[in-house]
């Protein structure tokens, strides 16, 4: 099957020229189906299988629409795990290499808190991180989501099994309610329909089946 080149999408040039530069040369499935979408500002649900370049397809839309010179947060991505989110903000990194002065955290439980409350004292303008330590810097200011406008929910299934559903909600609660919001999931059980339900508006759902 051919597959799209990134030149067909509405993204800026730097990050077309990064993505050649990463050898990037073609969109996975989940990217050419789910991007067109993402850069339009849609809430999205993309369900695919681990290693199927879902990061990719979140980061280039936060990364398409962040403007690098107001220095608030913009972007929200909530992981599972420290070891998952290390992992996006490296893939991030890597597809902003070439913008200048951007600030990418990680804020995740099981590290101290001192050098996050440091880091925030800074700013950034996309945070990654889990969903507990993130509520306990919203819940000493130190974070503020007034100027948010993604907030990615990556491996949510593994978010709800590990028992976050509650954390989410809380988090939900303090983002602005115009905002996009796109849901990544390898799994696509109940309660992930029912908790895009509550949190996203009039999605458009992308599968990408098992290949074989
Ligand atoms: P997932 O989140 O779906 O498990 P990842 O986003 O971690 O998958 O991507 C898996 C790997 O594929 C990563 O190493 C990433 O750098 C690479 N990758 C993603 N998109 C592309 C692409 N369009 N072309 C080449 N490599 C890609
Ligand atoms: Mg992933």
Do not use: W
């Not at 990615?152 to 954390?167: I, K, S, T, W």
């Not at 799994?187 to 599968?207: F, G, N, W």
């Amino acid at each position: 099957m051919t597959r799209q080149s990134f030149s067909t999408l509405n993204i800026p040039t730097a990050l077309l020229t990064n993505l050649t530069d990463l050898g990037y040369t073609e969109m996975t499935e989940i990217q050419a189906e789910a991007l067109p979408a993402v850069l339009a500002g849609k809430d999205v649900i993309a369900k695919a299988k681990t290693g199927s370049g879902k990061t990719a397809t979140f980061g280039l839309g936060i990364l398409a629409k962040l403007d690098v010179k107001y220095f608030r947060v913009q972007s929200l991505v909530l992981c599972p795990t420290r070891e998952l989110a290390d992992q996006v903000a490296a893939e991030l990194r890597k597809l902003a290499r070439n913008i200048h002065n951007i600030k990418i955290l990680t804020l995740c439980g099981g590290v101290p808190l001192g050098p996050q409350i440091g880091s925030l004292e800074h700013g950034a303008h996309i945070i990654v991180g889990t969903p507990g330590r993130i509520i306990d810097h919203l819940d000493k200011g130190r974070l503020k989501l007034d100027d948010l406008t993604t907030l990615v929910l990556d491996e949510a299934d593994r978010m709800l099994e590990m028992g976050f559903q509650a954390d989410l909600d809380t988090i939900m609660s303090k983002a602005p309610s115009q905002r996009q919001t796109l849901l990544f999931s390898a799994t696509y059980p109940a309660a992930i329909a029912k908790l895009s339900q509550r949190l996203l508006k009039d999605p458009v759902e992308v599968t990408i089946a098992h290949q074989h």
